[in-house]
């Protein structure tokens, strides 16, 4: 398969897919961060957030950016807390782990649109609520370390909204260019010999558009797509790292991914052959 039309179908994807269902969530992210969102979650949902995670409250705001814009706005919420002081070196890497998630935009629209069934990427979008939920639930410490009140002092204007627009245009030009890098990667496991759901479970593990985009066409698997979704592919996980930028492991948050996208794959997989 020539290159010049491997990187056009994936420059495609990033133009029909990615950025819309991506970019708009990485400059609300900005916005409300600039507004000092994290503060206003934190006073709401400190009791419970406490309670379930045995995490300071400061991270409860990365933990619904996380979840609601997708990646890598979880890791980039928490490496913002972390630099203000608002939570420890342990408490980001754990933090790490349930908080970086694919967000409703691709799960529902993307998804969506690929098998032409919204309720499969809404249903898959709650289960990685549950899961993410009870995962950091079972893997909380005895007790919470505390850390210092974070104090909000910017000032909002109208710089933020152009701000918070060119500040995504970077995260979102990286994005694009590590799926065009892996679409090539993919292409090459294609002309490997080996079976359809074999080359769609290597695909998962490098990168998650081009893998959801050969599954919806190749195999409509359910416990591959969970698989692909959950885990989110190497060339996620490379964002997330250029996020964090060595300021804290990212052992726990690799563990955890596996964990959690190996345990639903599992689920789906004897729930389809038992049932």
């Known amino acids: 398969m020539a290159v010049n039309y491997i990187i056009t179908e994936a420059l495609r994807l990033c133009a029909e897919t990615l950025i819309p269902s991506i970019f708009p969530f990485m400059v609300l992210t900005n916005l409300l961060i600039s507004c000092g969102f994290d503060n206003m979650v934190k ?69 969506g649109a690929l098998f032409g069934d919204m309720r499969l990427g809404r249903n898959l979008f709650f289960l990685q ?5 009870l995962y950091g639930i079972l893997s909380r410490p005895k007790r919470i370390s505390r850390s210092p009140e974070i104090k909000n002092n910017k000032r909002i204007n109208f710089d933020i ?18 799926v065009v890098i892996f679409a090539i990667l993919c292409s090459w496991v294609s002309l490997l010999p080996l079976g359809i759901e074999i080359k769609a479970f290597i695909y998962s593990i490098l990168e998650i558009s081009n893998a959801v985009k ?18 989110s592919g190497i060339c996620v996980h490379m964002q997330t790292a250029s996020v964090v930028d060595k300021r804290f492991s990212m052992k726990r948050y690799y563990i955890g991914k596996i964990i959690q996208s190996l345990s639903v794959f599992l689920i789906l997989y004897l729930k389809k052959i038992l049932f």
């Open 214 to 231: 050969f599954i919806s066409r190749k195999t409509p698997s359910l416990p591959l797509l969970a698989f692909a979704l959950f885990w």
């Open 129 to 133: 609520i549950g899961v993410t939920l």
């Open 43 to 111: 006073s709401l949902i400190k009791r419970p957030f406490e309670a379930l995670f045995h995490l300071n409250a400061n991270l409860a705001s990365a933990y619904i950016l996380g979840m609601i814009s997708g990646y890598p706005q979880g890791a980039y919420a928490i490496a913002e807390i972390y630099d203000k002081g608002g939570c420890t070196k342990d408490e980001a890497q754990r933090a790490l782990a349930f908080c970086n998630n694919t967000g409703p935009a691709f799960m529902i629209g993307a998804v």
């Open 161 to 178: 909204i152009p701000k918070s627009v060119t500040s995504s245009v970077i995260p979102m030009l990286n994005i694009c260019g590590f």
